[in-house]
């Protein structure tokens, strides 16, 4: 079992849809929960932080984090055509390090 | 506020080559971590230097190593180069406590 596991897609929705993403993790350790979009050929953007559970809302975008169940999700409101990217979630442990656990990431198409 | 800067973006190189890549980070920001990405493994992280120290490393060869300068500047190094190496390397920086930003990445192919 992997530590991160995240659904590859991809994920077609119309212009103006909600977008939910999620992301489960093995490991109990992981207190600090990250969201990336990245681009054709660029590197990760990071979209939202997250420390321990709870909701981090920032404009049309929304993180959850429910650490008993191991879960996370971020979720896009009113998505735009600009909004088609893979987002990685991405973990770390409360080490003081800057090592992260990413997922794969989940392909999402925003059709016009 | 200048981002993480990589250089090169682009270079292919030969099997049983060496590469070397570089890494600037934002102003102020003390870690830098290098992953690997390839679409089968995703990001895998490859190792973090904080103040010219290495303090972690992921599960990589020898073949990769990598260093960081005292003005925060990294460099990382792929000896005896193979196929299999062909991929996506990206640097991160951040203050070593929290939020983590990625540069552009450095593209090799291996051929």
């Known amino acids: 079992q992997k530590e991160v596991e995240q659904d590859p897609g991809p994920l077609s929705v119309p212009e103006g849809a909600i977008v939910s993403l999620n992301c489960t993790y093995s490991?109990?350790?992981?207190?600090?929960f990250m969201w990336y979009r990245q681009y054709s050929r660029k590197g990760p953007e990071l979209l939202m932080y997250?420390?321990?559970?709870g909701n981090k809302e920032d404009g049309r975008f929304t993180a959850q984090v429910d650490k008993s169940s191991k879960y996370i999700s971020l979720f896009i409101r009113d998505s735009q055509p600009s909004d088609s990217a893979t987002y990685l979630c991405?973990?770390?442990?409360?080490?003081?390090?800057?090592?992260?656990?990413f997922g794969k990431g989940t392909m999402l198409l925003v059709s016009p | 506020k200048a981002g993480v800067t990589q250089t090169p973006r682009y270079l292919i190189k030969t099997r049983g080559q060496q590469v070397t890549l570089s890494c600037s980070p934002i102003?102020?920001?003390?870690?830098v971590s290098w992953y690997q990405q390839t679409p089968g493994q995703g990001l895998q992280f490859l190792f973090e230097?904080?103040?010219?120290?290495?303090?972690n490393k992921g599960n990589f060869p020898g073949r990769f190593s990598g260093r960081q300068f005292s003005n925060s500047r990294s460099e990382m190094n792929v000896s005896t180069l193979e196929l299999g190496d062909s991929a996506l390397y990206l640097c991160?920086?951040?203050?070593?406590?929290?939020?983590?930003?990625f540069g552009e990445g450095s593209w090799l192919t291996v051929v």
């Open positions: 991160a920086s951040s203050t070593g406590e929290n939020t983590i930003y």
């Open positions: 490991n109990s350790a992981f207190q600090y």
């Open positions: 997250t420390y321990s559970s």
């Open positions: 991405a973990m770390r442990e409360n080490s003081g390090y800057s090592t992260l656990t």
């Open positions: 102003s102020g920001h003390r870690s």
């Open positions: 230097y904080f103040s010219e120290t290495q303090r």
